[in-house]
């Protein structure tokens, strides 16, 4: 059986909502709030045992494993151009390099992200962004900064 992690966020009309909801659900934009992290999370579906803490970032193992509960038709590819085809409140998403938990994380930043960088990561399925990337067709640094800078979605 596929392994599920539950929110307290009802299903939403897309995953893309969902993605919002999850990331500000918890915590209100505040106008100088430079980072957005992933609400609380559970084992159960009733929400009673605790997974993860919420305002943490999230790995993308995780987040991937959050979103297919509630639509278990998503790809990591489509997890993966959603996250970088929207921003919330002016922050675009952003890759972060987890060395406790050797995954990469995931939040909202004011700035976004310019770092492209092949790290190794030993407990994640997808072991690095490189290979995430190419999933979606982004092969090098040049090809992930046209990424990270052109226009997208902006949701309020």
């Given amino acids: 059986m596929k392994r599920k992690i539950y929110t ?3 299903r939403q009309k897309s995953i893309r909502d969902f993605i919002f909801k999850f990331y500000t659900v ?6 100088n ?3 957005l992290k992933g609400t609380r999370t ?5 929400c009673t045992v605790i997974q993860c803490t919420g305002y943490k970032y ?3 193992d995780d987040l991937f494993i959050i979103v ?3 639509y278990p038709s998503c790809s990591i590819k489509k997890l993966i151009t959603i996250l970088f085809d929207m921003s919330i409140k002016g922050h675009r ?3 972060i390099d987890c060395s406790g938990i050797k995954k990469p994380t995931t939040a909202f930043y004011i700035n976004g992200n310019r770092s492209f960088d092949n790290k190794y990561w030993e407990n994640s399925k997808f072991k690095s962004w490189t290979l995430l990337l190419k999933k979606i067709n982004i092969n090098n640094e040049r090809e992930y900064i046209v990424l990270i800078t052109k226009p997208v979605y902006n949701y309020e």
């Fill in 33 to 35: 709030h430079s980072v």
């Fill in 68 to 70: 297919q509960t509630e």
């Fill in 93 to 95: 998403f952003f890759k």
């Fill in 58 to 60: 999230r790995s993308i």
């Fill in 8 to 10: 307290k966020i009802p």
């Fill in 26 to 31: 918890d915590y209100p934009i505040i106008n």
């Fill in 42 to 46: 559970y084992k159960d579906k009733k």
